[in-house]
């Protein structure tokens, strides 16, 4: 079925590309203002209740091995302290259930009274993760979300990747254009690996 849009909501959805950012967030200030309806939509795409908000703890970073498994023998002697023998299934089981029922508590609208609760807080449903970089939703964290290396800054693989470089682009190749261009010809000290192949998983952190 073909969808026609009026003139006038193409010309609402361009202008809302390439309005000003300031202006956009002045017409949402006004719209959380005026409409009750509007400012419970918005508040459920920009906040989260604090309570729904999963907190990682120290332990739950683990490694990556080489073929892409988690190195479950590093998660598995932090539950052995605390004397329990089922780890990696248990943890991926574990994870997937958060997952699955952080996904659930994001459909659901952060409701008027909620926004009216002087006993509920909120924090910003988006974050930046300090770890990979990347923007991330606090409410669908979980602790399989994040893929980083500990030395994000690798050195070029000159003997394989950018073997046959012209030599007068190869002072070039030390910088932050040609990681972002070619992230796999950059080898990390912390695993050995390029910048493409994380060594560590776990939830997502900001600062």
């Known amino acids: 079925m073909t969808i026609i849009y009026s003139d ?3 010309q609402l959805h361009r202008t809302i590309r ?3 950012a300031e202006h956009l ?4 200030t006004e719209l959380c203002a005026t409409n009750f309806e509007a400012r419970s939509l918005i508040a459920s795409e920009l906040l989260v209740p604090e309570d729904r908000i999963p907190v990682p703890t120290s332990d739950d970073d683990r490694s990556i091995k080489s073929d892409g498994n988690v190195d479950d023998d590093e998660d598995g002697d932090s ?3 605390d004397g329990d023998d089922d780890d990696g299934e248990d943890s991926s089981n574990e994870s997937q259930i958060s997952g699955a029922n952080n996904k659930r508590k994001r459909e659901d609208s952060t ?5 009216d609760n002087p006993q509920k807080r909120f924090k910003p449903r988006y974050a930046y993760c300090s ?9 669908e964290n979980t602790r399989m979300s994040c893929h980083w290396h500990k030395e994000p800054r690798g050195e ?3 003997d394989n ?3 046959d470089v012209d030599e007068l682009k190869i002072y070039h190749i030390d910088s932050d254009k040609y990681r972002e261009e070619h992230p796999e010809g950059f080898i990390l000290e912390c695993c050995g690996r390029n910048t493409l192949e994380p060594c560590r998983m776990g939830f997502h952190r900001s600062e």
């Open 111 to 115: 409701s008027i009274a909620d926004l």
């Open 156 to 158: 070029p693989d000159y």
């Open 161 to 163: 990747h950018f073997v």
């Open 18 to 20: 390439t309005a000003p």
């Open 79 to 81: 539950n052995a302290e």
């Open 8 to 10: 006038g909501d193409y």
């Open 131 to 139: 770890n990979c970089e990347r923007e991330y939703d606090v409410a």
């Open 25 to 28: 967030r002045r017409v949402l």
